[in-house]
């Protein structure tokens, strides 16, 4: 029922939770013990038992009435390539030296973004439902916020790095340092699922604030300039504030794109959820590379540079929860 949507994308958040809790502790072991190796060939009978799930839940009889389920199904493979191109291009602009190589793969990789988009609107095999790339449309506000939300949150990435050059944790107190992080996003969704109305509004227009705040937060904390008591709790609480920002709105930004899409493109606005969100992650992460190797991360390297990349990471990519602090006050009001 419509009414318990934000319910369900609470759960699958709090999905993401468990998994936060139990990959840190799985990966610090093996990287503390010098085999992080194993820990990619432990995942191979994980990925093979999911497939047989998923195989089975894939085998049986078609929805009665479901006229989408027993039509052919094309899959947009040209689409979905370039999307690829575009992130593996930004991805290796953080690889070159000279800064034009740099500038040349970030914008080559957001001109094959673009051509995405272009081909999108054209009659053929949609990707993402209509709407999805217009910002005078509540569709299109609603996922580029939620892009913003997401690129933001890759500065995770590089945390345990940061944890353990600039303040001599162990790999294992890195990771559920880390975990922080996610574990904010899904205790916020849990939480907030159950608000409607003017509350799920102000949920939504409150998240990117705290997410801003809390990396601003990072930009003081992570460097290790600035000697503060407790150090350990205030890391923890910044971090779990940039998960706590996006989890606070993350159940009603989501509803409101099933809620916003047209007659027949429910399945098309439910799976353009899932590829909005990870092409938003995967550039994220790749900018987020491009922007410590720029910082100094490899060249000098060592403590000034980890020093002068979280400095450089933090500030960077607090602007993008800032821009979806005006995107989210329009998604409110469009309710």
Known sequence: ????????????????????????????????????????WCLLPVALLQAVIVAGQLG??????????????????????????????VALAGQVEDSAGKLLGVAAGLAAGGLVAWLDQRPDVALLPTGAYQLSTAMGKVFACVCLLMIGSMTEIFVPYFLQTLHGY??????????????????ASLLSSARSGKDADRMVRFGPLVMTLSLLSLVLLLPGDVDVAAE?????????????????GWPHLLTR??????????????????????????????????????????????????????????ACFALTPALAIVLARRVARDR
């Open 1 to 40: 029922e419509q009414r318990l949507w934000s319910r369900a994308v609470a759960l699958e958040s709090g999905m993401w939770g468990v998994a936060t809790l139990l990959g840190p502790a799985v990966g610090g072991l093996f990287a503390a013990g010098g085999a992080w190796r194993l820990a990619f």
């Open 60 to 89: 049986g009889k078609p929805v009665q009435g479901d006229a989408a389920a027993s039509g052919p199904v094309r899959i947009p493979l040209l689409k979905i390539a370039l999307l690829a191109l575009s992130v593996l291009l």
């Open 170 to 187: 162990a790999p294992l107190q890195a990771g559920y340092m880390t975990a922080a992080m996610a574990g904010g996003w899904s205790l």
């Open 232 to 248: 350990g709790l205030w890391l923890a609480l910044a971090l779990g504030g940039v998960g706590l920002g996006i989890g606070l």
């Open 257 to 314: 794109v099933l809620k916003s899409a047209r007659r027949g493109e429910e399945n098309l606005a439910s799976a353009g959820i899932t590829t909005v969100q990870l092409y938003a992650m995967a550039i994220g992460a790749a900018l987020a590379g491009l922007t410590v190797n720029a910082a100094g991360l490899t060249e000098p390297g060592g403590i000034d540079g980890a020093r002068h990349a979280a400095y450089a990471l933090f």
